[in-house]
């Protein structure tokens, strides 16, 4: 059966179109893709993301346990700061791709990717130390993102006005975060679930009075791919390493030991994801090939339709020695398509 947001009735209130999304029924658009899109990029847009995973971690021994986890530094996250990192397993491969809080002294709040929920919490519970303890959390995730977000946020979270880039604060059982998934400034506003719709509809009214709206998470996938971030189960997974996914900023070897270290180090990546932007009239996918003249190299991991360039645009694996041509062609179901290679991101844009 399928998962609930605490926000779901308001969600089918709006006509929402609601869709499965990783054992959740959530809202995929509500006024179309493409103006809730650019309702983002211009003015404001109120995303549901209740289906990503909560994961408090708490103790003395907290940072220093998921600095021994984690591919990112977390012995130094103070509280107030987050930070993104990748969680390993003994191959190298990403589990999962994450974001941590600092959200108190021994206080982490993890928050994975809605799939690889329990296969994170289980790693962490069964690794946890006896000064460590992984609780679940049933919260609610409010994002607020676009160039109004922080005078919407900030008017009922008087907290967030202050907040730089990757910063976190408390409002009582409130954590608002400034960190974001779509390119823009973006705020993540964890709630309790009791709270959630309240939350949701003072929002909703401050995006509504900058111009903007409600957001789907197709607007979310557009908004991301024009960025470069990539998707967990799309362009990472279990069997892609970050040097093949160009995450190694991500990554901290100095010092340090956690799972797939050593095997990171071991490999030399045989590939490595690039940026595509379609240069004739053709929208990639997710699976279409990728040719270098005639031979295939590649393949499209995702793919859309940009509403800001108004032009296809796409994220691939190819051979490392085709991730140096300016050119290659995409197969989109037999029609092809020539596409320059770009280091994403594909607009200019900054969450920060």
Known sequence: MLKRSPIDAAHRALGAKMAPFAGWDMPISYEGTIAEHLNVRERAGIFDV??????????????????????????????????????????????DDLIVYG???????????????????????VAAPEDVRVERLDWSTIAVQGPSASEVV????????????????????????????????????FTPASDALSAWEELLAGVRSAGGGACGLAARDTLRLEMGYPLHGNDIDA???????????????????????DALLDRRPERALVGLRMSDRVIPRRGCAVLDQERVVGECTSGTFSP????????????????????????????RGSAEVVRPPFVERSPR
């Not at 708490?58 to 969680?87: H, K, V, W």
């Not at 108190?104 to 519970?125: C, H, I, K, S, T």
């Open 50 to 95: 209740s289906h990503l995973g909560k994961l408090l971690v708490r103790g003395a021994g907290a940072a220093a346990f998921l600095d021994e986890q984690l591919s990112n530094r977390m012995a130094d996250l103070r509280p107030g700061r987050a930070r993104y990192t990748l969680i390993l397993n003994d191959d190298a491969g990403i589990v």
């Open 103 to 125: 959200i108190g002294e021994g206080e982490l709040l993890v928050v994975p990717n809605a799939a690889n929920m329990d296969a994170v919490a289980q790693r962490l519970e």
């Open 154 to 189: 900030a008017e009922r979270y008087p907290v967030a006005k202050d907040l730089g880039y990757m910063q976190v604060a408390r409002d009582g059982d409130i954590v608002v975060a400034r960190s974001g998934y779509t390119g823009e400034r973006g705020f993540e506003v």
């Open 239 to 261: 069997g892609t390493t970050p040097a093949e996914a160009g995450l190694m900023w991500a990554v901290k070897t100095e010092d340090r030991t956690f799972p797939g270290r």
């Open 308 to 335: 800001s360039l108004k032009v296809g645009i796409a994220l691939a694996y190819v051979a490392a020695g085709a991730a140096h041509r300016s050119t290659l062609t995409v197969d989109v179901r037999g029609k």
